[in-house]
């Protein structure tokens, strides 16, 4: 049965509109609570937010939900979703919840749950926890003198910061680099320039001055053209871009020019692989990895192995198989070597490692493969299901044959939004361009007859 509430990460939507009220992220709590309960001990959940200016009102009714049912809540205040997962660990959660809407503008929030091992839920928990929501949970809540306590947690930052310093090695030194980092507004706005500065770079932080309204605002890693004119304009060795909770990441180069997930990836594995310590024979991925990744990993003797959309499907696939390098190409990088989740800041410290090792400029460490030629558009969509009407699957199937082996073609519901993606790569652009401009019309069509 398909889920109301939870998308591909978490429950996501515009603030104080369903399913992102106070009242759902109050029942959340509640469902969460008593999901994460086990023996006799006083349970504890973590919180974390981003800037959002909804983040005061969802957090404080998260709050009303997990003391209802018993559960100690610990609040972090504005930090990075990987210093939830990892705190969710360090302090011994029962879960862990990051308030957040990731890359989204600043008027849509979401939840994301982490469980005591600091992992993502499962599909199966969300249903059962989903399923909890709509009940009349009174009778199962904590008596009157079993309610929970809320209070705020000190030296967070301190305690992320180090965390993410301990995953170079304790003789390297950013020392001589000159980095520009964009903050986004978001929620790593203090953690990460700190961190580069005490690893001795000359930083230059931009947008780090949330004010609830401006995260993600023409920023960011999905907005990247001030990183860059900032690059250039200080002659930067590289510019890094978080987005608004940081489990992301993207790089510019000394030259301006965008880094993607991709290449993050195939530099990080290239490194590891020629180290001795990727695991896995090889990277995974998700099927929007470009085509060349795939080719360059496997002229190196590796494997790329995709799964369906979101980091969550990433990790799981990783934990089954035995990976410890994955991401997606919007800059989701997972080493699970050091974290159980996304982590723009150490993924970044991971190439700004491999620079400092090469004594080699940005621009040639990190284009590692000519990406294939890829198109991505959205089609926005108000209900219906357009993917199943019968021109559709007509001309997707068209689309399949005339790329034919040397191209790929993705079309797939957005996960936190209401739009469907289309994406087709291959050798030949102007293929490649048609046929996503083909399939754009016939959905937008159906669409709009719907």
Known sequence: MAKQYFGTD?????????????????KVGMAAGLSFQRGKHRHRVVIGK????????????????????????????????????????????????????????????????????GYKLSDEIETRIEGMLDKDLGAELASSEGLGRAKRIDGVHDRYIEFAKRTLPRSMSLAGMRIVIDCAN?????????????????????????????????CGSTSPASLCEKVREVRADI????????????????????????????????????AGRLAGGGVVATVMSNLGLERHLGDLGLTLQRTKVGDRYVVEHMRAHGFNVGGEQSGHIVLSDFATTGDGLVSALQVLACIKRSNRPASEVCRKFEPVPQVLKNVRFDGG????????????????????????LVI????????????????DPGLVEKVVNDLVGVIGSIKTAA
């Open 50 to 117: 981003d800037t959002r200016l909804s983040g005061y009102m969802i957090e404080n009714a998260m709050v009303a939900g997990f003391c209802a049912a018993g559960m100690d809540v610990f609040l972090l205040g504005p930090v990075p979703t990987p210093a939830v997962a990892m705190l969710s660990r360090s302090l011994r959660a029962d879960i862990g919840v990051m308030i957040s809407a990731s890359h989204n503008a600043f008027y849509d929030n979401g939840i994301k749950l982490f469980g005591p091992d």
């Open 10 to 26: 978490g429950i996501r939507g515009r603030a104080n509109t369903f399913p992102m009220t106070a009242e759902v992220a109050m």
């Open 239 to 274: 510019g890094i871009a978080l987005d608004g909770d940081a489990d992301r990441m993207i790089i510019a180069d000394e030259n301006g020019e965008i880094v993607d997930g991709d290449q993050i990836m195939a530099v990080i594995a290239e490194s590891w692989h020629q």
């Open 412 to 427: 797939r519901p957005s996960g936190t939004e209401p739009l469907i993606r289309v994406m087709a790569e291959g050798d």
């Open 186 to 218: 978001g929620a790593a706005y203090k953690v990460a320039p700190a961190a580069l500065w005490e690893l001795g770079a000359e930083v230059f932080a931009i947008h780090d001055e949330p004010n609830g309204f401006n995260i993600n605002d023409a």
């Open 385 to 408: 299901r357009p993917l199943e009407s019968d021109p559709v699957r007509a001309m997707i199937d068209e689309a399949r044959s005339r790329l034919g082996k040397q191209g790929r």
